[in-house]
Structure formats: structure tokens, C-alpha cells
């Protein structure tokens, strides 16, 4: 990190220019940077490491959920991409192809995945013979292109991105659809657990499922600046693709079936999610869960208090580090404090542990919360468990303030004036009735760019007994609440 | 996994058959598959648990000395790979090449990566700017493309492989090499120590470098069919490509100076040589260090013993897995004991216990070594440490059984005769002194196929001192020691 980098700090706003802060922040991170091709972005180690972060704890759940990783060609033949009428539609306009192979034509063009049930369900094909194979689950974490001619914002918005994707097999519609809400479920919990956001959870209208898919259930993070992020799919897909790619088994009683499938993933956009929701004009904001490195130590020594702050601060980083805590102990004599403050908080570090002369003398440690500064003296002697108290606080606030932000964030709304002014002037998610036509979201969407992002699922109270009786649109009789937003 | 498919077992013979063998073991025990198109292949949850077991053990070895794990993009522009005039001549006639996106042709081609040293380079140029920056070590684990027309072959010969690559900058020629070292020595600790497979290191001739390296170094495996596979790649790169992408950095008086860089990676090709080194006509064999199972118990009972011995057994898994080994109970009912048995062979696991009313009666537990089936009865007491051993033993024998084929495998000769004859009739390596020249290499190469998989590095005494005063080849003097084979 270059000295020039690290004294510029963040100089845009994230209440008056959301979309340059946003860049800045990710860049002066030291997060991602521009690649040369529009859409693309470089990750680098302080971004790339939030990836991990995220992979470790869903990789873990989906493991001890009897998933398996496997790992798919990253090309698919155009062939097998047509084989599934929906996915040839929906994809098409957004592939990347491969055409030539070193001097030679290729006979047939290969399509860079942009998602992969057209590879992996054939395969599937083939191994399931029997009930006895079933349920198989299977995901690979891999990298996707999607042609999408859009400005590019890191994480939210590029051409290629890192993601995970599920796929699986079950005897029936019960197991796929316990599936499909288990990995939903890993979602949310992946965004309260560890990123510190509260969500909603539903489904979306069927005129924008996945292509091929029954039903498409989403999470949805609402950002600061009032617009949602669809922050991970679970689809359950019926027997469409199965029925496509001759996914079928025998029974019990050596009947042949058809397997219901579903698949799911979510992307290197909750990161995006992340960065956006808890940072603020100092720098990036992380929650202890996923932060790369949690604890930072600044010692602040003269020439004389030196060498007994510095051991003082060595035996914290150890006892600390005992704990499987991730310590950093910036002792870089070239700089000075306010310095090393400023550059770990624009680092997104949790927690800075301050130990001068008097700490030392006292026996003690000041320990500073990230998010809003809040200060807190400890004894040394209980450092371990005052540092994780710390932790979960500054979890436990960040939290909050998504959830304050969620549940402010949702508005009740009536007619089509009322719809388009609340959105206008607050952003956030209007809930309304809805008559179940595409025609009154497309009248929303025309005029303010807003969405149905979700509608309850079926077995919920407010799919049955919508909001309003009667659609917010177009007055008539309405069949579900829905929830409008702009989204990203 | 159906039926069929475990009842079939390996039908092929490693010795007379080592192609069709191979194939077998490696779709047979549930690692691979063929893709629809030629040179891909799919990668099954147990081979792609190999690949995790591996990066495991590497990717913590990179991190302890001070790699940081990124991600570029998949697609490099054409300009980009163009900058460095070796790396477009080498690997030009192999490119895949993205032509279009969605409906619209592309205005540049863009190239799937072959590797990525023409995007990560330019992005060190603009990252590095003092010599505080240096040394900068990345890497990312990601697959890339290889156009090569030949004959697919699971984990070592593929158009599309996954892959590391490391990507370094230094201030000199000293800490650039030994950061190649750092790495080879790694690559040979992995082969060594986790796939149990004894290696030669060395380094390129000239003419058969990476394209644009000063010096190309590698880990030589060599397999039971006689040839050699190189197992990984250490590339001291010196300032060329520091040059071709204006990798410059201050240093402590100002000064602007070139990099010196280094790049270095491992496929899975270090797969099909674990696969290829240790199996056998039933099956996989694995090493402990990297077996995704390393321990199956497989019950044997009666109606009247079942309970008994069903507790028995959940009590040895229950301690190993407390020690953090894998463990795999087999309690199915409808397989008998000799089914499961050779399964676990076919499949690999390292160890099997065997428990009947017997064991449980005498409190002792019998562990049978999957290498060759040596037959080990231990105390019920001393399971921990009696299956720690046995892991350790087997481990060893494996190790054993390559380090002889290793030392077995290296011959001198000298003359052409007598080069040819010694690789045409026993396969691996023949050692020999050699002039330097590409032309001897090639007279080798046109009749039988062999090449100089190695020379001596130049610290190395084998090379300062030739094993033979003149060239084994054309009878001129001698500049080095080298190794030729065939390889894969």
C-alpha cells in the first residue's frame, strides 16, 4: 500500500453522493479495482479475503446439510444450453461465447456458463439410477459471466462474478421444497449471522423467476440509500429440468419418476451488500464475523515508554490469538497513532485496542468500537472475554441499525399516487395489495424504476390475507401482498 | 451411486493395460467423468475432495509465508496478452477465444486465460510504488483454458484445469529467487509429504522454458508406467516482465528501479499422478494426509450381535473423529461385510476396521492397511494411537514404494544406443552428461519420444560436475548433468 493511497482517506459522502462514495470506499480499501474491460473488476487480497470469510461459513453449512462440491465445465456447448427452451431464453441475450480455440473455428459455439443447471442436470442424468441415489446435492463455487451492458459497480454490478451454485435432486415436490427453504434459510442466516443485516425473505411473481423455475424465493437487503438487493436465490425448479435433461429413478417398486430438482446461490454481491450497509465517511465497516482481521493493537509509546508498551501490547496480541482470534499488532515505528487510526478505520477493522504508557501502568486496555467510536476501559486481567464482549457488541450494533432501517424502511401504501410518492421521497419497500398482474408492476416500474422485489411465500398469513383487499394499482381484487422497491 | 456401477469393480490391468486402467479407477471411484465436449472433463464430489485436500494443505503453506489470495478476471483482452511477446508466441496456438457478447461481437477478442501473468502484472505496475510494497506475493485459485488438441486424460490432459497460480514481485534478483525456491520446495513438501509421492527437482533447459522466464524450475514425479509428470512449476522471471508492464518501485534513495518477479503453480494434474502412483486392480489408493474418508468401520454381525456391535462401533468412531480424523461408519444393512469391503477399496480409504462379536468379546479392534491389506489387531484402550500409527505406516509404505521406484528409476548412459535402448526398455529417467544444445535433445526426442525433463540446478555440484566429461549425445563436452524421459 502506497503512502499516497493511504493519506488521501474517503472525501466523498455517503449521504450526498452514495454511488462515488461506494466507489471510493471498495478502492481505497483496498478491496477491488477497475479491470481494463468494462464489467470486469480485479479483487484484490482485502476484498478477496471477505470471499473467504463468507465461503468458510457457508461452505460449512452446506456441508453439514449433505452437500458435496463438485466442480463443472466453465464452458457448455450452445447445444445443451437450448435443451432447456426457458434458459436458452432467458440466458441468451447475456452469453459470452467462445467461438475459436487457439487458430481453429470451433464446429459448435461454447457458452461461458452463465449459470450452470444446463451442464450439471445432464450429469445428474446419468448418475441417478434409483431412490437409493436421491436426494443428491451437489454446488460448485465458481466464476460466471453474464454480458449485461451496464456500468460497472464492484460486486454489485459486473460482467463476470464469483458465486456459489446448488443443485439438487429429490424424489419429490416435499424434499425439494424443504431444500430449497434449507438453503433459503442458510441465506438469511448468512446475512444476519455474519454480515450483519436484516432481511426479508419471499418469493417473486411469476413473471420473474428464475427461467424454468416453479418458484423463485430471494432474500432482500434494504441499503442506505433506500434501494434492496436481491441477496440470494433459492429456486425450487419442479420437474421442468428433469423433464428437459431425463432426470428419473426407479421407485420403490422399480417405477420410473421423475426428480424434482432445485438449485441456489449467492454471489460475491454480499459483499456489495455488506460494504454498503455498515461503512460510513471514515472508511469500510466490517462485523467481527467476517472481518479478516478483528482486533488491531496501537501501541502509543515515546522513546522511553517504548519497549515495556510494545511487550505489554505483544502479550495481548498472544492471549488474544489463543483465543482463534485474528490480531493485528501495528508496531511500524514510521508512523504515528492518529495515523495508524485513521488507516484501520478506513480498513474496516472491528475493534482497536490502544495501549500507551498509562494502560500499561494500570493494567489495563482501551478498547475502541469501529462503528461509532464508543470507548471502553478493561482490566487486562479480563481481556479475553472483554474483547469478545466487545466483538459481539459491535455485531449486535451494526445489526440494529439494519433492522431499525428495515423495519422503518417498510411502508404501507394505496393507489398508484400514493405508491410512486412514498417510494419517491423515502425509497424502501412498499407494501401493498396486488391483483397478481404483471401489467400494474410494469405500471410502477414504467414511472419510478421500482419492483415488485418479493411477495410473501404461499403459506404465509400475508400471501392468504394480503394487506389490502383490493390491488394498489389497479383496484381490483387483490390475491397477495407484494413489496415494492427499487432495487440494485 | 447406483448399484451397477459398485458392482462392476476394475476390470483393466495397471500393468498390462495403464491406459484403460486409469480411466477406470478414476471414473469407477466416483473422481471424474467426461464432458460432452473433447479435452473437458467433470469433476466428481470425490475427486473434488482430493482438490480441497489439497488446497488446503498448499494454501495454508502460502499464507504462513505471506501470500495473499486475489482474483483477476477470466477474460484478458488480446492487446493485454500481446504486451509480452513470449507470452503471445507461447501461448497464442492454445487460446480460447471469446468473440461475442450476447448478440453483439466484441470490438477486442478476449482471451480465456491460459494463465495470467499479462493481467496480474499491469496491476503490480499500478499497486507498487515504493520499496515498502515489495515483496508483493498473490495468487488465486482459479481454472483456466489450454486449447490442446490430444487425447482427454482426467486430471492430466485437459483443455479446461484447475489450477493455482502464484504471482510475485522483489526488489532483486536474490529475494525473486528465493521466493522460486520457497515455492518449489512447498511443491515438493506437498508431493512428499501429503500424496506420498518422492520427487526429483531441477530446472528447464533453456529452450523449454516458460515462455518469457529466466529460469523455470520444477518437482518431477515419475510414474509406475516409466514416465515422468511435472508436478508443479517455479518460474524466476527476472525483469522481463517487470519491463514489458512497467513494474517499477523507488527505492530508499529515490531511485527508480525494475522488479524482479516470479510466478509458480500447481495443477490438478498432482491429482492423476497421486491417482496413478499408489492404485491398484481394486482400485484407489490414497494417502492419509489427503483421504476426504481416512477410516471406514465396517460391522460384521449377526441378527443375535447387531445391537452389540453397532454400539461397539459408534464408540471407535465417535473417539477417532474426537482426534479430528475422518471416519466413516458403514452400518448399512443391506450390503454384507465382503461388499463393503471391497468398495472402500475401490474408493480408497487408507484403513478399515473390521469389528465382529470377536473384537468386541476381546475389547480389541482389527485394522487392515489398505495399500496391501496387512492384517493389525490393537487393544480397545489404545485405538487413538493404534490408528494414528497405522495412518503413519501407511503413509510410509506408499512413500516407500515411490521412493524406490524413484531410485530404481534414474539409469546412466551415454552414447545414443545405449540412451535410447535404457529408456526403451525400462521408461524412467536417464541420466547423462549434455552439451547444452537443443539439437541433442531433439535426435532423443524424434525417435522415442524422450526429453530433458530436468537439469541440475546451477548450484547444484551435478551440475558444475557432469555425471560424464562429454555429451551423451553428440560426444562434445559436457556443460551439466541431464535427466531425459518421457513424459506426460
Given at each position: 500500500m502506497s ?7 474517503i472525501t466523498?459522502?455517503k449521504?450526498h ?6 466507489a471510493e ?6 478491496l477491488?479495482d477497475?479491470a481494463?474491460?468494462?464489467?470486469f473488476?480485479?479483487?484484490r487480497?482485502r ?8 465461503q468458510?461459513?457457508?461452505?460449512g453449512w452446506?456441508k453439514?446439510?449433505g452437500v ?5 465445465p466453465m464452458l457448455?456447448p450452445?447445444?445443451?444450453?437450448e ?13 459470452a461465447w467462445?467461438?475459436h480455440?487457439g487458430?481453429?473455428?470451433l464446429?459448435?459455439r461454447?457458452?461461458?456458463?452463465p ?5 450439471i442436470?445432464?450429469f ?5 439410477r434409483?431412490?437409493r ?6 454446488n ?5 459471466i453474464?454480458w449485461?451492458?451496464t ?10 462474478f ?9 424424489r ?10 434449507t438453503?433459503?434459510d ?12 436484516d432481511?426479508?425473505t419471499?418469493?417473486k411473481?411469476?413473471h420473474?423467476k ?15 440509500d433506500?434501494k434492496?438487493?436481491q441477496?440470494?436465490?433459492?429456486h425450487?425448479?419442479?420437474?421442468g429440468f428433469?423433464e ?5 429413478y426407479?421407485?420403490e417398486d422399480e ?13 460475491w454481491r ?8 455498515h461503512?460510513d ?5 466490517l ?7 478483528q482486533?488491531?493493537?496501537?501501541p502509543?509509546?515515546?522513546?522511553d ?14 492471549d488474544?490469538?489463543?483465543t482463534?482470534?485474528?490480531?493485528n499488532?501495528?508496531?511500524?515505528d ?5 495515523f ?9 477493522i ?7 504508557p498509562n494502560?500499561?501502568d494500570?493494567?489495563e486496555v ?5 462503528p461509532?467510536?464508543?470507548?471502553v476501559?478493561?482490566d487486562?486481567a479480563?481481556?479475553?472475554s472483554?474483547?469478545?464482549?466487545a ?11 439494519s ?7 417498510v411502508r ?6 400514493d ?9 424502501g ?7 397478481g398482474e404483471?401489467s400494474?408492476e410494469?405500471?410502477?416500474k414504467?414511472?419510478i424504476?421500482?419492483?415488485?422485489v418479493?411477495v410473501p ?8 390475507t394480503?394487506v ?12 397477495t401482498t407484494?413489496y415494492?422497491a427499487?432495487?440494485y
Amino acid at each position: 500500500m502506497s503512502d499516497e493511497t493511504q493519506e488521501l482517506g474517503i472525501t466523498e459522502s455517503k449521504e450526498h453522493s452514495p454511488g462515488e462514495w461506494y466507489a471510493e470506499v471498495v478502492q481505497k480499501a483496498g478491496l477491488a479495482d477497475y479491470a481494463p474491460m468494462g464489467g470486469f473488476i480485479v479483487t484484490r487480497p482485502r476484498g478477496y479475503a471477505l470471499w473467504e470469510g463468507l465461503q468458510n461459513h457457508l461452505d460449512g453449512w452446506f456441508k453439514q446439510t449433505g452437500v458435496q462440491n463438485a466442480y463443472f465445465p466453465m464452458l457448455i456447448p450452445e447445444s445443451y444450453l437450448e435443451a432447456e427452451k426457458d434458459i436458452v431464453e432467458g440466458f441468451d441475450p447475456e452469453v459470452a461465447w467462445v467461438t475459436h480455440g487457439g487458430h481453429e473455428e470451433l464446429e459448435e459455439r461454447l457458452a461461458v456458463r452463465p449459470t450452470s443447471e444446463s451442464i450439471i442436470t445432464p450429469f445428474m442424468s446419468q448418475w441417478i439410477r434409483s431412490h437409493r441415489d436421491l436426494p443428491m446435492r451437489l454446488n460448485q463455487w465458481c466464476s460466471v459471466i453474464r454480458w449485461e451492458a451496464t456500468d460497472t459497480k464492484p460486486f454489485f454490478r459486473t460482467k463476470e462474478f464469483l458465486w456459489q451454485e446448488g443443485h439438487t435432486a429429490h424424489r419429490d415436490r416435499e424434499g425439494a421444497w424443504d431444500e430449497t427453504m434449507t438453503r433459503l434459510d442458510q441465506y438469511e442466516r448468512l446475512y444476519e449471522d455474519v454480515l450483519a443485516i436484516d432481511v426479508l425473505t419471499g418469493r417473486k411473481p411469476d413473471h420473474d423467476k428464475f427461467p424454468g423455475a416453479d418458484t423463485t424465493t430471494s432474500v432482500e437487503a434494504l441499503m442506505p440509500d433506500g434501494k434492496s438487493v436481491q441477496g440470494g436465490t433459492s429456486h425450487y425448479l419442479g420437474t421442468g429440468f428433469a423433464e428437459a435433461y431425463d432426470v428419473t429413478y426407479a421407485d420403490e417398486d422399480e417405477e420410473e419418476q421423475l426428480a424434482h430438482t432445485t438449485s441456489w446461490g449467492t454471489s460475491w454481491r454480499a459483499l456489495g451488500a455488506l460494504i454498503m450497509s455498515h461503512s460510513d465517511d471514515q472508511g469500510l465497516v466490517l462485523p467481527p464475523a467476517i472481518a479478516p482481521e478483528q482486533v488491531v493493537i496501537v501501541p502509543i509509546w515515546q522513546e522511553d515508554t517504548r519497549e515495556e508498551v510494545l511487550e505489554y501490547c505483544e502479550g495481548l496480541q498472544s492471549d488474544l490469538e489463543a483465543t482463534g482470534l485474528s490480531v493485528n499488532l501495528d508496531d511500524r515505528d514510521e508512523r504515528n497513532p492518529g495515523f495508524k487510526f485513521n488507516e484501520w478505520e478506513l480498513k474496516g477493522i472491528p475493534l482497536r485496542i490502544e495501549v500507551g504508557p498509562n494502560e500499561v501502568d494500570d493494567e489495563e486496555v482501551t478498547m475502541v468500537h469501529r462503528p461509532d467510536g464508543e470507548n471502553v476501559v478493561a482490566d487486562r486481567a479480563d481481556l479475553v472475554s472483554a474483547v469478545e464482549d466487545a466483538l459481539d457488541t459491535v455485531h449486535a450494533k451494526l445489526f440494529a441499525a439494519s433492522e431499525e432501517r428495515l423495519e422503518e424502511g417498510v411502508r404501507e401504501a394505496h393507489g398508484r399516487a400514493d405508491i410512486l410518492g412514498t417510494i419517491g421521497q423515502h425509497g424502501g419497500y412498499v407494501k401493498t395489495g396486488w391483483c397478481g398482474e404483471e401489467s400494474c408492476e410494469t405500471e410502477i416500474k414504467d414511472q419510478i424504476a421500482a419492483e415488485i422485489v418479493a411477495v410473501p411465500m404461499e403459506d404465509d398469513e400475508e400471501h392468504e390475507t394480503p394487506v389490502h383487499d383490493t390491488c394498489g394499482v389497479c383496484g381490483e381484487e387483490s390475491v397477495t401482498t407484494a413489496y415494492f422497491a427499487k432495487s440494485y
